[in-house]
């Protein structure tokens, strides 16, 4: 069984906005592999601490239970290439807007997955 140390020491993802809003200025992060561990700090050093405290919890209760955690994707396994099937009215109505904007179809849709 993986500790508690082991997962906190994998290179998971953090995916971090900078919020201007209505409540005021902060920063929201998330783990990416971990759904539903996310946390907000009124700094980013804030955020930073608050994310591993939520993380810690969040594998804690995952141990605890029995429950698989997922790990971090290596990037070696990662091609940068997927396939995917979609309806031709969409592929069409994608061809077209791609000639519009004079690029190739994979750059537009590159483009519109990135978003």
């Known amino acids: 069984m993986r500790t508690l140390d082991y997962y906190m020491n994998l290179p998971y993802t953090k995916i971090i906005q900078e919020i201007h809003d209505e409540s005021g200025h902060y920063f929201y992060g998330k783990i990416l592999e971990l759904d539903g561990c996310q946390s907000t700090g009124e700094t980013l050093e804030e955020l930073n601490a ?3 405290e939520a993380m810690e919890g969040y594998i804690e209760v995952m141990i605890e239970n029995k429950m698989e955690i997922p790990e971090p994707v290596k990037e070696e396994s990662l091609s ?3 396939v995917i099937r979609v309806p031709k ?3 069409r ?3 077209v807007e791609a000639e519009r904007e ?3 179809l994979n750059q537009y849709a590159m483009y519109k997955l990135a978003r």
């Open 50 to 52: 608050n994310l591993k």
């Open 80 to 82: 940068g290439k997927f």
């Open 89 to 91: 009215s969409l592929h």
């Open 93 to 95: 109505r994608l061809v």
């Open 102 to 104: 004079g690029v190739s």
